[in-house]
C-alpha cells in the first residue's frame, strides 16, 4: 500500500509539471497574441487623426446654459414670469390690465369712503337725510359693474380659448408621464425613444449653474419656433404638468391622455415643477425644458438614436443597384 501511494504520488506531479509550465509561459503567449493586433488599431487611430482633428460627429450634442432670471423665478420677484409663448404673451397682458381695473375700482371705492367721511359725519352732517331711493345711482351701480364684469369676460374666454387649442396636423407630439416621483419624456415621432428626468442634488446643480430644485440630469428637449403637441399622462397617481413662463399647465391623469398645443417662441431653458400634489417627494420632482432651433433639436434626436421626422431613408435596394457615376455596366458571362 505504501508503494502504491508513492506511486499515485509520483503521478500527480508529473501531471502537474506541464500545468505549471503553461501558467509560466502564458503571459509571454498572451503578449505575443496581443502585439499583432496592437498595429492595426494604432494605424487607424493614426489615420482618423490625420483625416479630420477637429471635425464634429454626427449627432452630437451640448446642453444648453440657462439665462439668468430667464424661465425661472427671481428673487423678489413681484410680477408673473416673463413669457415666452404666444399665449403666455396674451395672458399677461390681461394680467397687467385686471391689476389696473383692481387698482381704479380700489381708489373709487375709497375715494367715496372719504367722501363719507368728511361729508357725512355728524360735525358736518347734523342732520341725516332721509331719502331711502335713488333711481339713477340704483341703475348706475348696477349697470357699471355689469360693463366691468362683462368687459373682463370677454378676453378672459378667449385667453381660455387660446390655452386649449387643438394642435396643428404637422406638430410635433412628445409625451409627458409622470411617476413617483420623477418624470418621463417620449417621442412617438422621432423613433419612440424615452428619457428619465430626476431632480439634481444642490452641488450637481451649482457645478452645472441652475437652480437647484428646478435642475435635472435629463432635460426635456423640444423645438422652438414650431408647434408641439404635448400630451400628458401618469404611471400611478395624478401629477401636473407645469412651466410658469411658457404659460403652460396640464393634468396627468393615469389611465387618461391629454393633449394641448405648446410653441415656445425662442430658443432658451425654462423651468417648472409637478403642480398637483402627488405624494411625499412632490416637490422634488421639477421640470426643465429646453427649446432648442430645428437643426439642433434633430442633433439632439440623434444623440439619443432617434429619428428625424419626415425624414425617409433612401432603399437600399436602390442605391445597390445604382451604378457609379462613370462606370462601365457590367455584363454577365455567357453561360
Request: net charge negative; glycine share 8%.
Amino acid at each position: 500500500m505504501k508503494f502504491l501511494g508513492s506511486r499515485n504520488g509520483f503521478h500527480r506531479i508529473a501531471a502537474s509539471l506541464p500545468m505549471a509550465l503553461a501558467l509560466m509561459l502564458s503571459p509571454s503567449l498572451a503578449q505575443a497574441q496581443d502585439a499583432p493586433a496592437a498595429a492595426p488599431t494604432e494605424a487607424v487611430v493614426a489615420a482618423s487623426d490625420d483625416a479630420a482633428v477637429d471635425a464634429t460627429p454626427a449627432g452630437s450634442y451640448t446642453p444648453m446654459k440657462p439665462t439668468e432670471g430667464k424661465g425661472m423665478p427671481v428673487a423678489r420677484g413681484i410680477d408673473v414670469q416673463p413669457q415666452y409663448s404666444p399665449t403666455g404673451d396674451f395672458a399677461h397682458g390681461l394680467h397687467v390690465g385686471l391689476v389696473w381695473v383692481m387698482a381704479l375700482i380700489s381708489a373709487f371705492v375709497l375715494l367715496l369712503f372719504v367722501v363719507v367721511i368728511v361729508r357725512f359725519n355728524k360735525r358736518a352732517n347734523p342732520v341725516p337725510s332721509k331719502t331711502s331711493h335713488n333711481t339713477l345711482i340704483e341703475v348706475v351701480w348696477t349697470v357699471v359693474p355689469a360693463l366691468i364684469l362683462l368687459g373682463i369676460a370677454v378676453p378672459s374666454i378667449t385667453l381660455i380659448a387660446k390655452q386649449y387649442e387643438s394642435p396643428p396636423k404637422d406638430a410635433i407630439t412628445i409625451k409627458a408621464i409622470g411617476y413617483q416621483w420623477y418624470w418621463g419624456y417620449s417621442y412617438p415621432d422621432n423613433g419612440d425613444f424615452e428619457i428619465v428626468s430626476n431632480m439634481l442634488s444642490e452641488e450637481e446643480a451649482d457645478e452645472r449653474g441652475e437652480p437647484h430644485q428646478l435642475a435635472v440630469d435629463n432635460r426635456m428637449v423640444v423645438p422652438a419656433g414650431v408647434p408641439i403637441r404635448l400630451q400628458t399622462t401618469a404611471a400611478d397617481v395624478i401629477h401636473s404638468f407645469a412651466v410658469p413662463s411658457l404659460w403652460f399647465k396640464l393634468d396627468a391623469v393615469p389611465g387618461r391622455l391629454n393633449e394641448k398645443v405648446l410653441f415656445i417662441k425662442e430658443p432658451g431653458v425654462y423651468y417648472g415643477q409637478c403642480s398637483e400634489l402627488c405624494g411625499a417627494r412632490h416637490g422634488y420632482m421639477p421640470i426643465a425644458v429646453e427649446a432648442l432651433p430645428m437643426d439642433k433639436y434633430n442633433e439632439w434626436v440623434l444623440a439619443q438614436g432617434g429619428t428625424i421626422k419626415g425624414a425617409e431613408a433612401a432603399p437600399a435596394g436602390d442605391a445597390a443597384a445604382a451604378p457609379a457615376e462613370g462606370a462601365e455596366p457590367v455584363v454577365a458571362p455567357a453561360a
